[in-house]
């Protein structure tokens, strides 16, 4: 059985190899740009941060704030260590552009192409079936799911 640190470990080293082809190209002496980062809404942030054991309680308990808080607490506590394993296991990123999806920046950029995406159609508010996982607590991806009816 894996333990955490051994199971992050191997998730960087996934992370590593299946690099986008356009960072190999790097190595060939192209100029290429691929940005580390962290993601606020990855599962495993959201584990580590929802099974706080001292306390016991889920992101909903906590309320929209103090789950943003503990996101950014874990973050800082852990982001250096994530881009650590990926320089250790060779990532070949662009180190001075490292990035978290909660930087304001990023939000804002995501709100502004959220905001002309639904403007223009392509996005929209409807009611259809969601593929939830139990087990994971989240909705699943249509890409994830496989019907063998």
């Not at 940005?35 to 054991?53: N, S, W």
Request: aromatic letters at 10%; hydrophobic letters at 35%.
């Amino acid at each position: 059985m894996l333990v955490l640190c051994q199971f992050c470990c191997i998730v960087r080293c996934l992370q590593v190899y299946c690099q986008p082809d356009n960072v190999r190209h790097r190595m060939n002496g192209k100029v290429t740009l691929f940005v580390p980062g962290c993601d606020h809404a990855g599962i495993a942030t959201q584990v580590v941060v929802k099974k706080r054991r001292e306390e016991n309680k889920t992101r909903h308990d906590l309320g929209r704030d103090k789950f943003v808080s503990r996101v950014w607490d874990w973050k800082n506590q852990k982001g250096d260590k994530i881009y650590h394993q990926l320089r250790k296991v060779g990532g070949s990123y662009d180190w001075d552009r490292t990035m978290f999806t909660m930087d304001e920046k990023s939000v804002k950029a995501v709100n502004e192409v959220f905001i002309r995406m639904h403007e223009k159609g392509v996005i929209y508010r409807a009611n259809r079936l969601v593929n939830w996982s139990c087990t994971l607590n989240s909705a699943v991806s249509d890409v994830e799911v496989y019907c063998t009816v």
